[in-house]
């Protein structure tokens, strides 16, 4: 008898279980298009944290002048509950779990608030593209030359300048991977190109690059 209890019992928590899960969220699938939409209505020195949660949620990290986000694909599943309370009633827990990240997206603010730099890292399929804004001070007198010099200490070679239009690319010469650098203004747009696969030696080298020149960037003077 006690057995018979207690595979109803069993069979109910299951069963509930499962009505639950069918009724909420199935996970989802992060689509580029819908993160491209997104990112377009992001205005450097223009948007305040009001647009960026309007646009990209409230989901994001907590610090006070640096937010990021996470797109990632999710999957609803059962798991075993290993600790918490009522582990020996209900041992087994639903819900949502992140699978794969498709873009990461960091913003950071001035003191009043509105975006000095953006941050935008995609991990869709290959070429893998990023882009990075900056906001450049008034006081700099030469941004590209500054940015070509950063580039060439972390072993990157300055090639196809255009100082009318403002532009020139640099070229990680290991790797054959490209960032295409423009000022329009005040504004520092990088766009890098990463056409390597992400497991693979020459993607995680130029990485490496693209994080020590953006580092740099950052910590840099020529910039807000």
């Known amino acids: 008898m006690k057995f018979i209890l207690d595979f109803r019992c069993w069979s109910g928590l299951l069963f509930a ?11 989802q699938t992060i689509s580029e298009s819908s993160i491209e939409e997104r990112i377009a209505l992001l205005r450097i020195g223009e948007s305040t944290k009001s647009d960026v949660e309007r646009i990209l949620g409230i989901d994001h990290s907590v610090d006070r ?27 087994l827990s639903a819900g949502v779990s992140p699978t794969n990240t498709r873009a990461v997206v960091t913003a950071q603010f001035d003191g009043n608030g ?13 070429p893998f593209i990023n882009e990075y804004w900056y906001l450049v001070k008034e006081s700099e ?28 690319t640099l070229e990680d010469v290991g790797t054959k991977a490209k960032i295409a650098v423009k000022l329009e203004g005040q504004k520092l747009h990088l766009t890098t190109r990463n056409p390597h696969h992400r497991l693979s030696g020459e993607y995680r080298a130029f990485a490496k690059r693209e994080y020590a020149l953006t580092t740099a960037l950052t910590d840099s003077e020529m910039v807000q």
Not at 67 to 91: K, M
Not at 114 to 126: G, P
């Open 17 to 27: 279980l499962i009505a639950i899960s069918g009724c909420a969220s199935s996970g």
């Open 141 to 168: 007198k030469e941004p590209l030359q500054s940015v070509a010099k950063l580039g060439e200490s972390i072993g990157m070679k300055a090639a196809l300048i255009d100082a009318d239009a403002g532009t020139f």
């Open 114 to 126: 509105v975006v000095k730099q953006l941050e935008i890292m995609r991990y869709f399929e290959d």
């Open 65 to 91: 002048n640096r937010w990021a986000y996470n797109f990632s694909d999710t999957v609803y599943e059962l798991a075993e509950r290993r600790q918490g309370p009522g582990l020996g009633i209900l041992p």
